[in-house]
């Protein structure tokens, strides 16, 4: 009888493919998956340190599962990913009954480990050595983790993956834990990236998304040869089967024109830049460690509206950043003003033990101001996203089907599942009509989110769809009927 794995994944979307990852190497092993921790033998939470919130709430789920292990003290209990490595033997001592703590560079160790705990080796410990621990090479690594396995059930459709092309951080801004919990900043070699790449595309994935801390930092150097990020663009673009190529995130002083080039002239790269910018402060970058001005970011904008002017840009804010006065906060919604991002993603300042910004700076913006900022700027943001969205009505998109949108999916009794992008908010489309056919979500080449009503058979194609209605995250649409001569050429057909 197949042994029965249950996982469940916070955070990023470096955690989503990492979790891909571990379950293709179990699957190996002999595992299925399952959706509840109850049949399962072993139990996995893919953690993230970004928030405490995040961090709290594997300690709660670890709490639910003290009465099961107890029960059945054969069940495997594991936590894995970015919190063990932060908080390390904590996770024993906060939940004794955890049988192993893997950091993001052993994975690959995973299947070892939960054969070792099952053969009755005691609780396991792996994870990477501290960025002071050692040699840059010797941290570099004991962080390097590539594994090649894949498993389309976990991916977010069969036809979209992630493919990691860096790890690591050696920005340091004060505010981030990654840099601790990832280590060095490390760069792929290009061959191994289009070979995942080749074999992804063979397994029918039209959508690949490309993955580094900061992405477009991303260069590979052996002897006197040097690729960089918009190299690795141009030979992934050439790859038959691939039809979208996306990449996130990006970093604004690495947003260089050659970047910009192969956006504007490469058809298969998507339109659509997420470049955080953090705050509109001067002052709260140089506290951030951000290693930009507000001007450097609006010349960075002027290039990108310059070189590749429908592109849609996206970015993050963090409010309420120790220090942060009234005037640094109104500098930031002044920025917003100017920009128009097409999204952004507004995140209250929280203290992450390990940093540089908790050990400098106290956290003494008040909750409710954080909270009061966190809500205007998020009301603002929507206001201006759904100003823009208006200018698409009327207009045909083409949209990579996804499959059924939320409401369709909870109209149908089932569960609902996160959209394939996990990093937009939800669409605000109404129920599916009662109808042969089925409320479908897909994404622009923008990465704008759209509904429109189709059928099960044009989930995984590129679709062009009119446009007839939108709201701050969602475009609403229906699909263009062709006509080809005397006969009417439907593509719902």
Same mark, same amino acid.
């Given at each position: 009888?197949?042994?029965?794995?249950?996982?469940?994944?916070?955070?990023?979307?470096?955690?989503?493919?990492?979790?891909?990852?571990?379950?293709?190497?179990?699957?190996?092993?002999?595992?299925?998956?399952?959706?509840?921790?109850?049949?399962?033998?072993?139990?996995?939470?893919?953690?993230?340190?970004?928030?405490?919130?995040?961090?709290?709430?594997?300690?709660?789920?670890?709490?639910?599962?003290?009465?099961?292990?107890?029960?059945?003290?054969?069940?495997?209990?594991?936590?894995?990913?970015?919190?063990?490595?932060?908080?390390?033997?904590?996770?024993?001592?906060?939940?004794?009954?955890?049988?192993?703590?893997?950091?993001?560079?052993?994975?690959?160790?995973?299947?070892?480990?939960?054969?070792?705990?099952?053969?009755?080796?005691?609780?396991?410990?792996?994870?990477?050595?501290?960025?002071?621990?050692?040699?840059?090479?010797?941290?570099?690594?004991?962080?390097?983790?590539?594994?090649?396995?894949?498993?389309?059930?976990?991916?977010?459709?069969?036809?979209?993956?992630?493919?990691?092309?860096?790890?690591?951080?050696?920005?340091?801004?004060?505010?981030?834990?990654?840099?601790?919990?990832?280590?060095?900043?490390?760069?792929?070699?290009?061959?191994?990236?289009?070979?995942?790449?080749?074999?992804?595309?063979?397994?029918?994935?039209?959508?690949?998304?490309?993955?580094?801390?900061?992405?477009?930092?991303?260069?590979?150097?052996?002897?006197?040869?040097?690729?960089?990020?918009?190299?690795?663009?141009?030979?992934?673009?050439?790859?038959?089967?691939?039809?979208?190529?996306?990449?996130?995130?990006?970093?604004?002083?690495?947003?260089?024109?050659?970047?910009?080039?192969?956006?504007?002239?490469?058809?298969?790269?998507?339109?659509?830049?997420?470049?955080?910018?953090?705050?509109?402060?001067?002052?709260?970058?140089?506290?951030?460690?951000? /290693?930009? $001005?507000? =001007? #450097? @970011?609006?010349?960075?904008?002027?290039? +990108? !509206? %310059?070189?590749?002017?429908?592109?849609?840009?996206?970015?993050?804010?963090?409010?309420?950043?120790? /220090?942060? $006065?009234? =005037? #640094? @906060?109104?500098?930031?919604?002044?920025? +917003? !003003? %100017?920009?128009?991002?097409?999204?952004?993603?507004?995140?209250?300042?929280?203290?992450?033990?390990?940093?540089?910004?908790? =050990?400098? @700076?106290?956290?003494?913006?008040?909750?409710?101001?954080?909270?009061?900022?966190?809500?205007?700027?998020?009301?603002?943001?929507?206001?201006?996203?759904?100003?823009?969205?208006?200018?698409?009505?009327?207009?045909?998109?083409?949209?990579?089907?996804?499959?059924?949108?939320?409401?369709?999916?909870?109209?149908?009794?089932?569960?609902?599942?996160?959209?394939?992008?996990?990093?937009?908010?939800?669409?605000?489309?109404?129920?599916?009509?009662?109808?042969?056919?089925?409320?479908?979500?897909?994404?622009?080449?923008?990465?704008?989110?759209?509904?429109?009503?189709?059928?099960?058979?044009?989930?995984?194609?590129?679709?062009?769809?009119?446009?007839?209605?939108?709201?701050?995250?969602?475009?609403?649409?229906?699909?263009?009927?062709?006509?080809?001569?005397?006969?009417?050429?439907?593509?719902?057909?």
């Amino acid at each position: 009888m197949p042994k029965k794995l249950y996982i469940e994944t916070v955070g990023c979307q470096m955690n989503v493919l990492d979790s891909e990852l571990v379950v293709a190497a179990l699957r190996k092993r002999g595992y299925e998956l399952t959706d509840n921790t109850r049949d399962a033998d072993t139990v996995l939470l893919n953690t993230c340190s970004v928030r405490e919130h995040a961090e709290e709430k594997i300690y709660s789920a670890l709490g639910r599962l003290k009465l099961a292990k107890q029960a059945h003290p054969e069940k495997i209990i594991g936590v894995i990913g970015c919190m063990a490595q932060n908080h390390k033997r904590k996770v024993f001592s906060r939940a004794p009954y955890v049988d192993l703590v893997v950091g993001p560079g052993q994975l690959h160790q995973v299947p070892d480990l939960v054969e070792k705990v099952a053969a009755g080796a005691g609780p396991q410990l792996e994870v990477s050595l501290d960025r002071k621990a050692g040699s840059r090479d010797a941290v570099e690594r004991s962080h390097e983790s590539f594994d090649p396995l894949r498993d389309p059930s976990m991916r977010p459709t069969p036809f979209q993956a992630y493919v990691r092309i860096q790890i690591g951080c050696d920005k340091f801004c004060t505010y981030c834990i990654v840099p601790s919990v990832r280590g060095p900043e490390q760069s792929r070699p290009p061959e191994h990236i289009l070979a995942e790449a080749r074999q992804l595309a063979g397994e029918g994935c039209r959508e690949i998304t490309l993955l580094g801390q900061t992405v477009n930092s991303y260069r590979y150097r052996t002897g006197e040869q040097s690729t960089r990020f918009s190299d690795l663009l141009t030979q992934l673009h050439d790859i038959d089967g691939l039809d979208r190529i996306k990449f996130v995130t990006n970093y604004p002083k690495d947003m260089t024109d050659d970047v910009l080039a192969a956006v504007r002239d490469l058809p298969k790269i998507s339109k659509y830049l997420h470049v955080p910018v953090q705050s509109g402060s001067n002052r709260m970058l140089a506290r951030m460690k951000r /290693g930009y $001005t507000v =001007e #450097d @970011y609006r010349e960075m904008y002027a290039r +990108v !509206r %310059e070189w590749v002017p429908a592109a849609a840009v996206t970015s993050d804010f963090i409010v309420g950043f120790s /220090g942060e $006065t009234d =005037e #640094d @906060y109104e500098q930031t919604v002044e920025l +917003v !003003r %100017e920009c128009r991002f097409k999204n952004s993603f507004i995140f209250k300042y929280s203290v992450r033990p390990g940093t540089k910004g908790a =050990e400098l @700076y106290a956290d003494d913006v008040p909750e409710e101001v954080k909270r009061r900022r966190n809500n205007h700027l998020l009301a603002l943001q929507n206001e201006i996203s759904e100003e823009d969205n208006q200018a698409f009505l009327g207009q045909d998109v083409e949209v990579l089907v996804e499959g059924p949108s939320k409401s369709a999916t909870r109209a149908a009794g089932a569960a609902a599942s996160d959209e394939a992008g996990h990093d937009a908010p939800p669409e605000d489309a109404p129920p599916a009509a009662d109808a042969p056919q089925l409320q479908l979500v897909g994404r622009t080449m923008c990465d704008r989110i759209v509904v429109f009503t189709g059928n099960r058979r044009q989930i995984g194609q590129i679709l062009p769809v009119t446009v007839f209605d939108a709201n701050a995250h969602t475009l609403f649409g229906e699909v263009v009927t062709q006509h080809v001569g005397p006969e009417v050429f439907s593509l719902q057909a």
